[in-house]
């Protein structure tokens, strides 16, 4: 009976899962980029968002666009088909029913492309063979007298995860092969064997991860060889390159985000004082193919058949060439801009250029006559290496008495690394370092302070603080001691983030209005991923916890903000709040102001472009599950949108 009684109870609980997760259909007026038509699919709904799931097709008649597909859990899954006809009279888009057909003459006809396009989706990403046929006909004189010509394209591409690694492409005129091209890809590169056919000729490249190796050209029809060549390129330079050796170290090399590529520094030792850098980059040039205008076989194949561009124009391939610098201390911009990927290799290079006075490079600082940060920078770091805080002492004394540093403000975290650049964040960062080697607690528990009391951008700070000091007493093992004493007080500074978390879920309420169960206040919690400001008394407070109001960044991690059981409220949640407060808009939003009357208590602080937008204003915003690129839906009391700003309140709803 236990067992049965057992078995009745998950019956049970599949079953209401299953009705929770029961699968809706919509049916009705839909938008896909610039299309606008109408749409069917089914969908299951989960925290007040629509997930569609299951068979999705569109059709947008004005445009003669139709697509269909399916969807598992909101991702394109299986085999999609699309299909589009375009219809153009003298290089101007027409409907076809309704163009004079008396004006449609041989120097100018109709031109109508069809194309039907098959595609496998795995996850959401392209996955498998995707099979694109253009057919272009054109016609003169339609209905008579005249004539008319078709031209069909078929392209056949291999993609693995989104990435283009085969292509196999045919054009067909009056069902005649008149041009073709076929190859396969490998890490981005033209790989393998490719083949160009045109009326004239019939072209074999050979390549090798983008590398041309030989070729030859031959006339079509009679196979007679018109040009052909062996390359015989150097791959000394590359064998170097891409070798492990003990004098070389992986590093990224860039200003920007944007600019970060990977390279390589090789050291090589002259003696113990003296050594030699030399700076390798991959850099990527255009494929150039001798005795091939590929330039044709691009525009008539179009825009797909190569993952590679420069300057916004596609190319068939990239070339990757290496390049390689030596380095002194006078190059400015490469010393600025290399990062090493992790402090164990940063260590073991700089001890390498270190001579016996643990200066880098040989210099005599005493006789130098120009320094640049990212020299005086990485010195610092050879005597914290070293752990000799002394000699980091008096050279720092030194420099400041002797040369004029600049330092920029711009902020400098990105991802799991601290850039190195020419800022004041970064030249404190490294004093700190010197401060927790040498033990000296109060100048470090003081930068820690300030890195969790920062500006509203110091979450990413935290983030790498933390992980630097712990990579840091794995490097430095003989400094562990003061090394775990920051990360103890970097500890204690959570922890007050953690209490002060701890105090605003404990004081959440609820308030029921309508259908709808809202917090009774805006959320204060202190976020892990995005940026915030405290504020109190409509001022931004340097202290970043305790009491005050809470205003969130806009960011992609906002959806995750609200605590177990609560949820970020969606457009057609606020829309549903105007409603269950009488559906006038400018009623409901006097309403739910604090003292209106609702229990909702908003305050509506918005912070714009360094000043706020509060109680009383005739914006308000808060943050909002679907709206475009995190923007805070906002009450104008007049009509609701979204509105750019800078920082916006949180309010949970019940899930």
């Known amino acids: 009976m236990k067992n049965i009684f057992l078995f009745q109870v998950s019956m049970l609980i599949c079953i209401q899962a299953s009705a929770q997760q029961a699968l809706k259909t919509y049916t009705g007026n839909y938008k896909m980029g610039l299309n606008e038509g109408t749409a069917t699919y089914t969908y299951i709904e989960k925290n007040g968002e629509r997930i569609m799931d299951g068979n999705f097709s569109f059709n947008c008649p004005a445009d003669n666009f139709t697509l269909s597909g399916k969807y598992s859990q909101g991702k394109k899954?299986?085999?999609?088909?699309?299909?589009?006809?375009?219809?153009?009279?003298?290089?101007?888009?027409?409907?076809?029913?309704?163009?004079?057909?008396?004006?449609?003459?041989?120097?100018?006809?109709?031109?109508?492309?069809?194309?039907?396009?098959?595609?496998?989706?795995?996850?959401?990403?392209?996955?498998?063979?995707?099979?694109?046929?253009?057919?272009?006909?054109?016609?003169?004189?339609?209905?008579?007298?005249?004539?008319?010509?078709?031209?069909?394209?078929?392209?056949?591409?291999?993609?693995?995860?989104?990435?283009?690694?085969?292509?196999?492409?045919?054009?067909?005129?009056?069902?005649?092969?008149?041009?073709?091209?076929?190859?396969?890809?490998?890490?981005?590169?033209?790989?393998?064997?490719?083949?160009?056919?045109?009326?004239?000729?019939?072209?074999?490249?050979?390549?090798?991860?983008?590398?041309?190796?030989?070729?030859?050209?031959?006339?079509?029809?009679?196979?007679?060889?018109?040009v052909s060549e062996k390359m015989n390129p150097d791959t000394t330079l590359a064998k170097e390159y891409f070798s492990d050796a003990p004098n070389q170290f992986n590093v990224i090399h860039g200003g920007y985000a944007s600019e970060l590529e990977d390279a390589k520094l090789t050291v090589k030792k002259i003696n113990e004082n003296l050594s030699i850098v030399k700076l390798c980059r991959i850099k990527k040039e255009s494929i150039k193919l001798p005795n091939l205008n590929l330039n044709v076989f691009i525009n008539a194949f179009g825009v797909d058949i190569s993952p590679n561009t420069i300057n916004n124009e596609q190319v068939l391939s990239l070339s990757p060439i290496i390049d390689c610098k030596v380095l002194s201390i006078e190059d400015t911009y490469p010393w600025n801009k290399i990062h090493f990927k992790d402090m164990a290799s940063e260590m073991r290079f700089l001890k390498l250029v270190t001579n016996d006075k643990n200066y880098i490079f040989n210099i005599n600082w005493e006789k130098t006559n120009r320094v640049f940060n990212g020299i005086y920078l990485y010195q610092l770091k050879a005597f914290l290496y070293r752990s000799d805080t002394a000699g980091f002492r008096q050279y720092k004394e030194f420099m400041a008495k002797n040369f004029n540093l600049s330092w920029s403000k711009t902020p400098i975290p990105n991802g799991n690394y601290v850039r190195l650049e020419s800022t004041e964040e970064y030249h404190r960062y490294i004093l700190f370092l010197a401060d927790v080697i040498s033990g000296d607690s109060v100048k470090m528990k003081e930068f820690i302070h300030q890195i969790y009391n920062a500006d509203a951008n110091a979450k990413?700070?935290?983030?790498?603080?933390?992980?630097?000091?712990?990579?840091?007493?794995?490097?430095?093992?003989?400094?562990?001691?003061?090394?775990?004493?920051?990360?103890?007080?970097?500890?204690?500074?959570?922890?007050?983030?953690?209490?002060?978390?701890?105090?605003?879920?404990?004081?959440?309420?609820?308030?029921?209005?309508?259908?709808?169960?809202?917090?009774?206040?805006?959320?204060?919690?202190?976020?892990?991923?995005?940026?915030?400001?405290?504020?109190?008394?409509?001022?931004?407070?340097?202290?970043?916890?305790?009491?005050?109001?809470?205003?969130?960044?806009?960011?992609?991690?906002?959806?995750?903000?609200?605590?177990?059981?609560?949820?970020?409220?969606?457009?057609?949640?606020?829309?549903?709040?105007?409603?269950?407060?009488?559906?006038?808009?400018?009623?409901?939003g006097k309403l739910m102001l604090a003292g209106g009357g609702s229990g909702f208590e908003a305050t509506f602080p918005v912070f714009v472009n360094g000043e706020f937008w509060s109680k009383g204003s005739t914006y308000a915003g808060y943050l909002t599950l679907d709206a475009p690129d995190g923007y805070p839906f906002v009450f104008d009391f007049n009509s609701q949108g979204y509105y750019y700003t800078t920082f916006a309140p949180c309010r949970c709803i019940k899930k």
């Open 460 to 588: 990413p700070w935290q983030k790498i603080l933390k992980e630097q000091l712990m990579e840091l007493r794995t490097v430095l093992p003989a400094d562990s001691a003061n090394i775990q004493m920051a990360l103890k007080y970097v500890k204690i500074k959570e922890n007050q983030v953690f209490e002060d978390n701890q105090k605003q879920l404990n004081s959440i309420k609820e308030i029921k209005i309508g259908d709808q169960i809202w917090m009774d206040k805006d959320l204060t919690l202190i976020p892990d991923n995005t940026a915030y400001q405290l504020i109190k008394d409509g001022k931004i407070q340097s202290q970043k916890t305790g009491e005050g109001t809470v205003l969130y960044g806009l960011s992609k991690y906002n959806n995750t903000i609200c605590p177990e059981g609560w949820r970020l409220p969606s457009t057609a949640d606020w829309q549903k709040l105007i409603n269950n407060l009488g559906g006038d808009k400018e009623a409901a």
């Open 77 to 226: 899954t299986g085999v999609w088909t699309r299909k589009q006809t375009f219809s153009r009279y003298n290089g101007m888009a027409v409907v076809k029913s309704e163009l004079r057909w008396d004006r449609v003459s041989e120097s100018v006809p109709l031109k109508e492309t069809v194309d039907n396009i098959t595609e496998t989706y795995k996850d959401d990403k392209l996955d498998g063979i995707r099979t694109k046929i253009r057919t272009v006909k054109n016609s003169w004189g339609y209905p008579a007298p005249g004539g008319s010509s078709a031209i069909t394209y078929t392209m056949k591409q291999t993609y693995k995860s989104n990435i283009l690694i085969a292509l196999d492409c045919i054009k067909k005129e009056k069902e005649q092969k008149t041009m073709s091209m076929l190859g396969s890809y490998k890490d981005g590169y033209a790989d393998g064997k490719w083949i160009f056919e045109d009326k004239k000729t019939f072209a074999t490249y050979i390549f090798n991860k983008g590398g041309l190796l030989e070729y030859d050209v031959k006339e079509a029809g009679t196979g007679k060889i018109l």
